[in-house]
């Protein structure tokens, strides 16, 4: 099927489940279209057998794989989603809490693959599923870090302090890196017999945090350096396209880390737009920006949730992701606790704090995209199913929960 179909079909089922989600479910957009996702899968299922018991065809299928779900989003719409929540972020705020994000994003990262690593371990072996150690702490690289598409998208509607914005938007937009440079180097070790030395893993540590993100401040800094010369917001928002699209696609290049750098130079331009005289500017701007995030996040979880038709469940492997879900948040209490403990104890309202960083640590595509790139080997269907079950369980229960909580401690309404 050409990419021009199979993008008129997202489309058109984004804008039905969007139309059907606003009359009557009245959820949060990407929540309630990835609800309708699942209905769209169930429909789709009944074509698909009805179709492959008469013709041999496996038509919903097929159309799955052409997209090319990790691709479409790891070396495409990630950058711009990356980008457009980067914007809103005010820099001073992140600035002042730069140690507790960098002590988050990094430490709490690293302690959460670990832990969940420990914990798959011990799960795996109990239900008598031989996977390796190292195998069990890739699935802990892929479900360590929060994901900044949903993260974001929920802090939009909340109304945190900008400062709880910042701690919470910054660690989940900067743990990515971390997240991806462990599970590259992880998924090496397993798939080979040579580990990399402690030498080699500092200098790519190095190469990915700091030379990414010095990436993106300088490709930030020669893009203001020309459109501050510039009174025209048309051509402004398409040189925010190219810097966007430009530092993932040159950090790629360089071996280095796209999300990082496409972070920083998000960031700087966000800072940027904030200050300018007229407020119109800012608006025009950032307002397309808006509606590029609406589109890619409603066109993400819409596929997240067609996904299902081609994730290989087993109900063994069910009962072990089920199992794991309320270790999935304790791993997360843990790394919080122990990465963000002078934040904690500075912070006038600890207990509320922990528990909305602990709580609104909702994985999302990025890492079932991780899980689906995994070579076509054991033991990819076991992580792919707990992936899978544990994106949904924290987009849904914790995404429609997220706000009670945060009223609950913050009083906002």
């Known amino acids: 099927m050409d990419i021009l179909t199979i993008v008129s079909c997202l489309f058109l089922l984004t804008a039905i489940s969007s139309t059907i989600n606003h009359k009557y479910f009245r959820l949060p957009m990407t929540i309630g279209i990835m609800i309708m996702a699942f209905i769209f899968s ?4 009944v074509c698909d057998y009805s179709i492959t018991f008469f013709s041999g065809y496996h038509f919903a299928k097929d159309l799955l794989a052409d997209m090319d779900f990790p691709k479409l989003l790891l070396n495409g719409a990630l ?6 929540g980067s914007l809103h972020i005010k820099l001073d705020e992140l600035w002042k809490a730069k140690y507790n994000v960098a002590s988050l994003a990094i430490l709490g990262t690293l302690i959460c693959i670990f832990s969940l690593g420990v914990v798959f ?3 795996f072996s109990l239900f008598s599923v031989s996977i390796s150690f190292v195998w069990c702490l890739v699935l802990g690289a892929i479900l360590a870090p929060t994901d900044p598409v949903a993260i974001i998208n929920m802090l939009g509607r909340l109304g945190l302090p ?11 937009l900067f743990n990515d890196g971390i997240a991806l440079m ?3 180097t992880l998924i090496g070790i397993a798939t ?6 402690a030498a080699g893993l500092a200098l790519t540590f190095i190469q990915e945090v700091f030379g990414s993100g010095i990436l993106g401040a300088i490709t930030a800094f020669i893009t203001l350096a020309i459109i501050k010369r510039i009174n025209n917001d048309d051509i402004i928002i398409l040189f925010s396209l190219a810097l966007a699209a ?3 696609s040159l950090a790629d290049h360089l071996h280095m880390s796209g999300p990082i750098a496409v972070v920083v130079s998000g960031l700087l331009m966000g800072d940027y737009l904030q200050k300018r005289p007229s407020k119109d500017d800012h608006d025009t701007v950032t307002g397309f920006w808006h509606v590029i995030d609406e589109i890619l996040n409603t066109l993400l979880f819409l596929l997240i949730g067609l996904e299902i038709m081609v994730i290989p469940f087993h109900w063994q492997t069910i009962l072990i992701a089920l199992t794991c879900i309320p270790f999935l948040i304790l791993c997360r209490f843990i790394a919080v606790g122990l990465s963000g403990s002078y934040l904690l104890y500075k912070d006038s309202n600890p207990k509320g704090l922990i528990s909305i960083l602990t709580w609104g640590g909702l994985r999302g595509g990025i890492s079932l995209a991780i899980a689906l790139s995994l070579p076509n080997i054991f033991p990819k ?7 899978y079950i544990c994106v949904i369980f924290t987009v849904i229960v914790q995404g429609l929960t997220m706000e009670k909580l945060i009223n609950y401690f913050y009083k906002l309404k």
């Open 246 to 248: 430009g530092t993932f």
């Open 79 to 84: 950058a711009f989603l990356l980008f457009a």
């Open 42 to 45: 169930l429909i789709l299922f």
């Open 121 to 123: 371990w011990g799960l």
């Open 192 to 197: 080979s017999e040579h580990s990399p030395s």
């Open 182 to 184: 462990a599970f590259t």
């Open 162 to 172: 900008y400062r709880l914005q910042a701690i919470f938007a910054g660690e989940s």
């Open 381 to 387: 269907s076991e992580i792919l199913v707990v992936t």
